[in-house]
């Protein structure tokens, strides 16, 4: 990236090629999406301006975005601080998990739980991180009362910003606290959770992309259900009669948190598929009659 005139076009096709020789597979999309953070634009706007060229400045912040993209495997929306979550823009900082589309299969299930937009629920998501489901079912049911908890008090500051920049903080109450311990004594109408879930004895296969997010939003445990085995033992006593639990797991993990969410007393336990196919959440309910 030296002296010649460097064009819109001739920076993407540089950095796709070498992200793709540092086994980046989604090499194209990141050259986009970073250049055009770098150029304070769009990726839309970049095809627009594929003839123009980029002045040493600008290509001189982009190059210290390729560099940390490339070398440090620094994730993307890390970089530009920023991931799109049910269509709404969430700010991401190294306190919180990026939010994952996969995670949008518990928002369509509770849509589809609650389907009467003016439902006034009481909603918990436990372990809210960036604060991407509690945000998403504020703006899609407004007459729900939602509660939002983590143990991270740095990433419910990030959470409370998102908030604030969608116009929903007076939806939301963010608790900080273990589990279910501020919320003791509580029963909601639905409680959602995309937990940690990751195994420890996956650590070293992993992508190295998820050394830069929060150890504490990733692992749980030797199998990774830890926290959803407590989760399993404790919530049918924050759950109203025959209210929802939906529940995020790791694919391969239904069969072994099914049991344990039958054992506490929930009924109609059900396995969610995501849009890839995979399993990827549990649905159960609470018994007696809503
Ligand atoms: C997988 S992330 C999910 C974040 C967000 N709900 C999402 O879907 O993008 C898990 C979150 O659980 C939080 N967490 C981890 N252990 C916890 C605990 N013992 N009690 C409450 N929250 C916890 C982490 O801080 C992290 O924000």
Not at 1 to 6: A, G, I, L, P, Y
Not at 134 to 149: D, G, N, S, V
Not at 208 to 217: I, M
Not at 229 to 235: F, G, K, Q, T
Request: glycine letters at 6%; proline letters at 6%; one cysteine or more.
């Amino acid at each position: 990236m030296s002296q010649k005139t460097w064009t819109v076009l001739d920076l993407i096709r540089w950095t796709t090629d070498h992200f793709a020789s540092k086994g980046i597979e989604t090499a194209r999309l990141d050259a986009e999406c970073l250049l055009a953070h770098a150029l304070e634009t769009d990726r839309l706007r970049l095809y627009i301006d594929y003839e123009k060229p980029v002045l040493e400045g600008e290509r001189a912040a982009f190059r210290e975005l390729v560099k940390r993209r490339g070398d440090e495997r620094v994730p993307v929306a890390q970089l530009t601080g920023r991931r799109e979550f049910w269509s709404l823009t969430f700010e991401v900082t190294p306190d919180v998990l990026i939010p994952r589309p996969e995670t949008e299969t518990l928002i369509e299930a509770a849509l589809q739980l609650f389907p009467d937009v003016e439902a006034p629920i009481r909603v918990l998501d436990l372990c809210t991180g960036s604060g991407a489901i509690a945000l998403a079912l504020a703006k899609e049911r407004p007459k729900a009362r939602i509660t939002a908890t983590d143990v991270s008090a740095a990433a419910l500051e990030v959470a409370k910003r998102n908030a604030e920049r969608l116009g929903l903080s007076e939806r939301v109450a963010w608790l900080e606290g273990d589990a279910f311990e501020p919320v003791v004594g509580e029963r909601f109408d639905l409680i959602v959770s995309n937990p940690p879930y990751v195994a420890e004895s996956e650590r070293a296969s992993l992508a190295p992309e998820l050394a830069h997010e929060p150890e504490g939003a990733l692992f749980a445990g030797a199998d990774g259900t830890d926290f959803l085995r407590r989760i399993a033992a404790d919530v049918a006593s924050h759950l109203e009669a025959g209210a929802p639990l939906l529940l995020e797991i790791g694919s391969g993990q239904e069969d072994r948190v099914a049991p344990w969410l039958e054992a506490a007393g929930l009924e109609e336990v059900a396995v969610l598929r995501d849009l890839a196919g995979r399993p990827r959440a549990l649905r159960a309910r609470a018994r007696g009659l809503r």
